[in-house]
Nanobody, 121 residues
Framework: VQLVESGGGAAQAGGSLRLSCTGS????????MGWFRQAAGKEREFVSA???????SYADSVKGRFTIPKDNRKNTLYLQMNSLKVEDTAMYYCAAAPRVSCTWRTRDWNTWGQGTQVTVS
């Protein structure tokens, strides 16, 4: 099982970025897929998730600004980030879990990507 993220970089406050995560080696369509982030000196935190039924969930801090579309044909998950804030600066990680219901707890996710840095100024 492998997850590879891309699309991070620098953006100005109020701008947008789109992260991508391509998975391989597992039945992608049946998994929970999600995004977490970790700012310098802080614990990894939940950002958003989407389950096999395309039900989505978001952290309060990103609700209304971020969306989590996915393309099952391409085994690719996205994180569309709009109205970026300085406090969105973090390393962003894609995650997968063989669960029916997605959770916000990092311990419930068993596969992680290498991370992609997002810096907002």
């Amino acid at each position: 099982v492998q997850l590879v993220e891309s699309g991070g970089g620098a953006a100005q406050a109020g701008g947008s970025l789109r992260l991508s995560c391509t998975g391989s080696g597992y039945p992608y369509i049946w998994y929970c897929m999600g995004w977490f982030r970790q700012a310098a000196g802080k614990e990894r935190e939940f950002v958003s998730a989407i389950d096999r039924y395309d039900s989505t969930s978001y952290a309060d801090s990103v609700k209304g600004r971020f969306t989590i579309p996915k393309d099952n044909r391409k085994n690719t998950l996205y994180l569309q980030m709009n109205s970026l804030k300085v406090e969105d600066t973090a390393m962003y990680y894609c995650a997968a879990a063989p669960r029916v219901s997605c959770t916000w707890r990092t311990r419930d996710w068993n596969t992680w990507g290498q991370g992609t840095q997002v810096t907002v100024s």
